[in-house]
């Protein structure tokens, strides 16, 4: 998304907020690979606060979307956040 300065663009129009972004997804990459990799309950129960910081990242920021679009995308990551962050709390559950 990031990556995609026209895609970005639906979210943030002015763009100020992408570095930020940016960065962000790079250390969350880095944590959800980690447990990927090694799925402890320790490193699954990493991956959904991971996943829960990025849902809430995504509540904070849907007042301000000026475009359908822009909800609509920041909706579905959301979705998407949280469905992952509850099965990695699941996992975490009955893998430990």
Same mark, same amino acid.
Not at 13 to 32: D, E, K, N
Not at 33 to 43: D, E, K, V
Not at 62 to 76: E, I, T
């Given at each position: #998304?990031?990556?995609? *300065?026209?895609?970005?663009?639906? @979210?943030? *129009? =002015?763009?100020? =907020?992408?570095?930020?972004?940016?960065? %962000? +997804?790079? /250390?969350? =990459?880095? +944590?959800?690979?980690?447990? /990927?990799? !090694? $799925?402890?309950?320790?490193?699954?129960?990493?991956? /959904?606060? @991971? !996943?829960?910081?990025?849902?809430?990242?995504? +509540? %904070?920021? +849907? *007042?301000? &979307? $000026?475009?359908?679009?822009?909800? =609509?995308?920041?909706?579905?990551?959301?979705?998407?956040?949280?469905? #992952?962050?509850?099965? &990695?709390?699941?996992?975490?559950?009955?893998?430990?």
């Amino acid at each position: #998304m990031t990556a995609a *300065p026209a895609a970005y663009r639906l @979210v943030d *129009p =002015s763009g100020r =907020s992408r570095p930020w972004v940016t960065g %962000a +997804l790079l /250390a969350s =990459s880095a +944590l959800l690979a980690a447990a /990927a990799r !090694n $799925p402890t309950p320790t490193a699954l129960g990493r991956s /959904a606060a @991971v !996943n829960s910081a990025w849902v809430l990242t995504c +509540l %904070a920021v +849907l *007042p301000r &979307q $000026p475009r359908g679009v822009g909800r =609509s995308l920041v909706v579905a990551t959301a979705g998407l956040d949280a469905a #992952m962050g509850g099965l &990695q709390w699941y996992l975490r559950r009955v893998s430990g």
